[in-house]
C-alpha cells in the first residue's frame, strides 16, 4: 500500500515511538474527515470510504472493501472518525515503514482487525487477506505461523500475536543497530583520512 502523491495525508507527522498523530495532526484530520462527511453524520458510507481510499492510496477496490468491512465493527455500515484515525495511523506507519511498531504498539487493536471472522484467533488464510496492511510478505506467513503458533491449532490467538509483534521489533531493532554500526564504519576511515591529511 502506497500512498499516492500530493494527497493531504503526505502532510501529517506520526511519532516513530508511538505510531500517532499529534493533537494538532489529529485535529487537522478531524477537520478533513468532516470534509468527506457530506451527509453530516459523523460517519462515511461505503461509498465515500472507496473514494477516499481510491485517492489517497494504490490499493485495489476488493482491499478497500476488506478493510472498510473490517474497520466497520458495529456492522452499520459506516466507518466513524475512530476507526477512520486508526486507518490513517496504519497508512502512516506503512508510508513512514513503522508497520511493525505500529503493530507493537497497538496489538491488541490489530489483533481485532485482523480476526475477521470474530473467532478470538487469526487463521492464516486471514491473515494471508490482510497482510497487505502491514507490509507482510506472503512468504514469511508460513513460517510466522510455524514459529508462533504454540497451541499447535494452525491458528494465532492473543498471546501468540503479541509474541510474533515483539520478535518484529526485536528483529527491527537489531536490522537498525547493524545499519548504523556499518555507517559509523563506513565514515571512520574518512576521519581517519582527514586527521592524517591535517
Not at 473490517?70 to 502512516?92: A, N, R
Not at 487493536?109 to 487463521?123: A, N
Request: charged residues 30%.
Amino acid at each position: 500500500m502506497k500512498l499516492r502523491p500530493k494527497c493531504f495525508l503526505h502532510f501529517l507527522c506520526l511519532d516513530k515511538i508511538y505510531c500517532l498523530l499529534s493533537v494538532r495532526n489529529a485535529r487537522a484530520l478531524a477537520y478533513y474527515f468532516h470534509l468527506l462527511d457530506v451527509h453530516r453524520k459523523n460517519a462515511l458510507n461505503d461509498l465515500q470510504f472507496y473514494h477516499f481510499l481510491h485517492y489517497v492510496t494504490d490499493l485495489r477496490k476488493d482491499e478497500i472493501m476488506l478493510v472498510f468491512d473490517l474497520l466497520d465493527w458495529d456492522g452499520k455500515g459506516e466507518v466513524g472518525f475512530d476507526e477512520f484515525y486508526m486507518l490513517v495511523c496504519i497508512i502512516m506507519s506503512h508510508e513512514n515503514h513503522l508497520e511493525k511498531q505500529f503493530m507493537y504498539r497497538h496489538s491488541h487493536h490489530v489483533f481485532e482487525l485482523l480476526d475477521i471472522d470474530g473467532g478470538h484467533t487469526i487463521g492464516l488464510a486471514e491473515f494471508n487477506a490482510t497482510r497487505f496492511l502491514f507490509n507482510i510478505k506472503e512468504e514469511d506467513l508460513s513460517r510466522i505461523f510455524k514459529d508462533f503458533d504454540i497451541s499447535g491449532d494452525e491458528q494465532l490467538n492473543y498471546k501468540e500475536f503479541k509474541m510474533f509483534t515483539i520478535f518484529c521489533i526485536d528483529r527491527q531493532q537489531r536490522k537498525q543497530k547493524e545499519k548504523l554500526k556499518k555507517q559509523e564504519l563506513a565514515d571512520k576511515p574518512a576521519t581517519d583520512m582527514q586527521t592524517t591529511v591535517v
